[in-house]
């Protein structure tokens, strides 16, 4: 039987993580337009510095979640983060934020999650997507 055929536009960890969990079952292709995976979990380089400059932090709210993370955990590549925040507004009592649930950094940088997520996979960069057209039973994707 012939696997489906899938284009997931985007290798931030949205993609990713839809292109690992349908790899099984179907061919699956990332198109990223930038050179490098892991859209807003990215981080750029200066050197001697980087700068993660997208997400400070994320959470996983599904169990579904929580398990594919799972591994990524115990291999060190996600650690929870214990961060204080506070809000400082002028005229106003400055407040502490409180969390009820995990929050996670990856490590030792942000895209570094989504670049292990990305191992293997056909991820094709510096490829934007401008068009998707059908033509009969076919669908066509149009790049740059």
């Given at each position: 039987m012939l696997k489906?055929?899938?284009?997931?536009?985007?290798?931030?960890?949205?993609?990713?993580?839809l292109a690992r969990s349908l790899e099984k079952d179907s061919d699956v292709v990332v198109f990223e337009k930038a050179r490098g995976?892991?859209?807003?979990?990215?981080?750029?380089?200066?050197?001697?510095?980087?700068?993660?400059?997208?997400?400070?932090?994320?959470?996983?709210?599904?169990?579904?979640?929580?398990?594919?993370?799972?591994p990524y955990i115990l291999s060190g590549t996600i650690k929870e983060w214990a961060g204080k925040i506070i809000t400082l507004e002028a005229g106003k009592k400055i407040t502490k934020s409180m969390w009820f649930e995990?929050?996670?950094?990856?490590?030792?940088?942000?895209?570094?999650?989504?670049?292990?997520i990305a191992e293997g996979m056909n991820v094709q960069l510096n490829c934007e997507i401008v068009s998707i057209c059908k033509e009969n039973a076919d669908w066509y994707l149009m790049d740059q």
């Open positions: 489906k055929r899938i284009a997931i536009i985007g290798a931030g960890i949205s993609g990713l993580t995976v892991s859209g807003r979990m990215s981080t750029r380089f200066a050197a001697p510095f980087f700068f993660d400059h997208g997400a400070q932090f994320f959470t996983a709210r599904t169990q579904r979640f929580k398990d594919f993370l799972q995990p929050h996670f950094v990856a490590s030792p940088n942000m895209n570094s999650l989504c670049k292990k």
